[in-house]
């Protein structure tokens, strides 16, 4: 399977799921319009539309594709959007800063102990060299990134082994341009996610030293985000919508054992997942470390606090924002206490 971009990384996505949607039987079916990336940590979103949880609640879900949850802050404020997913970056607290109306809702995808989705790579001629033994060897090297969420998740791990920025350089690439330049040298080192981190040690090239759960447990890899509209003048849809992912999250959450895709749900989601999405090979969701998500939808304050702090200390953050001012968890609390007839 060649490498591809993570943000068109299942590029019939968006396509696929619309279609089906709009094949729902429900005539009077509020329509709600989410934002995805199309990428391994969607799958909640696929989960819950493919088993009809979203129709249960008589809602229509139409996905749309975008490279960034940054690129979906314009359409939620405009009122195009009513539910985005992805990282939480600097772009999406400095919206909120300026007075856009939106609040991250629930977890999408962390990554708790046992789940690094995403992993410190190194070419395997430096390690068989002894160039690199331990992350403390990053010094001096170069090291690609793509500068979202993992740049907090990089400075934690420099951190860890006592080094600062200055002690690498840092090269700003996408998740394909990332997975080539380890492969024809031009870097030494990255941080990137499932699947191009397996599908790239596949190739022999590359190792994976460590996963982001062994240096920065429980960072908030993906939330889910709600736009002011939506909130306020579509509350029920809203908060059915969450019931609906939440439902979507558990299943998918009983497909995950032991950092892989091997629970009782596993065969069932992986076939969701197969038919759904272009990565069509069983093996390789096998064989990857899955994004988890809390099937409570719990986020991580503490993660949030830490990635607004570090956009902060880095002269990312425009204006006076706090993380518990960004963050509502009344949905899923509201969902917690009536989940509703269909669980």
């Known amino acids: 399977m060649p490498f591809v971009r993570r943000a068109h990384f299942w590029l019939s996505l968006a396509g696929a799921l619309a279609a089906m949607s709009c094949a729902a039987d429900a005539q009077d079916a509020t329509?709600?319009?989410v934002g995805v990336l199309n990428i391994l940590t969607d799958a909640p979103f696929i989960v819950a539309d493919r088993?009809?949880?979203f129709h249960d609640e008589g809602l229509k879900v139409t996905f749309l594709p975008f490279h960034s949850a940054a690129d979906m802050v314009v359409p939620m404020g405009a009122g195009q959007l009513d539910v985005g997913a992805g990282a939480a970056t600097a772009g999406i607290f400095n919206s909120f800063a300026r007075g856009l109306n939106l609040r991250i809702v629930a977890d999408k995808a962390s990554n708790p102990v046992g789940y690094g989705f995403d992993k410190l790579l190194?070419?395997?001629d430096l390690l068989a060299s002894g160039r690199f033994k331990t992350p403390a060897d990053l010094k001096g090297l170069t090291i690609g990134e793509n500068a979202t969420v993992l740049s907090p998740a990089l400075n934690m791990l420099l951190k860890k082994y006592r080094l600062s920025a200055a002690d690498i350089t840092r090269v700003n690439l996408n998740y394909s341009e990332q997975i080539a330049a380890l492969l024809n040298g031009k870097v030494d080192a990255t941080i990137t996610t499932e699947p191009q981190a397996t599908m790239a040690q596949q190739t022999g090239a590359v190792k994976n030293v460590m996963g982001g759960d062994q240096w920065y447990p429980n960072q908030e890899i993906a939330v889910v985000i709600y736009s002011g509209d939506f909130m306020k003048n579509h509350h029920d849809a809203a908060q059915a919508f969450m019931r609906a992912y939440l439902r979507g999250a558990r299943y998918y959450y009983g497909a995950l054992k032991d950092g892989h895709l091997a629970g009782p749900n596993a065969s069932d989601v992986i076939a969701i997942l197969t038919s759904a999405t272009d990565m069509k090979d069983p093996a390789l969701y096998r064989a990857i470390t899955p994004s988890f998500v809390n099937p409570a939808g719990k986020i991580s304050l503490d993660s949030i606090r830490n990635?607004?702090?570090?956009?902060r200390d880095s002269g990312l953050i425009?204006?006076?924002?706090?993380?518990?001012?960004?963050?509502?968890?009344?949905f899923i609390n509201a969902a917690a206490k009536n989940p509703g007839a269909h669980r």
């Open 122 to 124: 190194v070419r395997t």
């Open 318 to 330: 425009e204006g006076n924002v706090r993380a518990e001012d960004i963050v509502d968890e009344s």
């Open 51 to 53: 088993k009809g949880y």
């Open 31 to 33: 329509t709600v319009r």
């Open 307 to 311: 990635d607004l702090q570090f956009f």
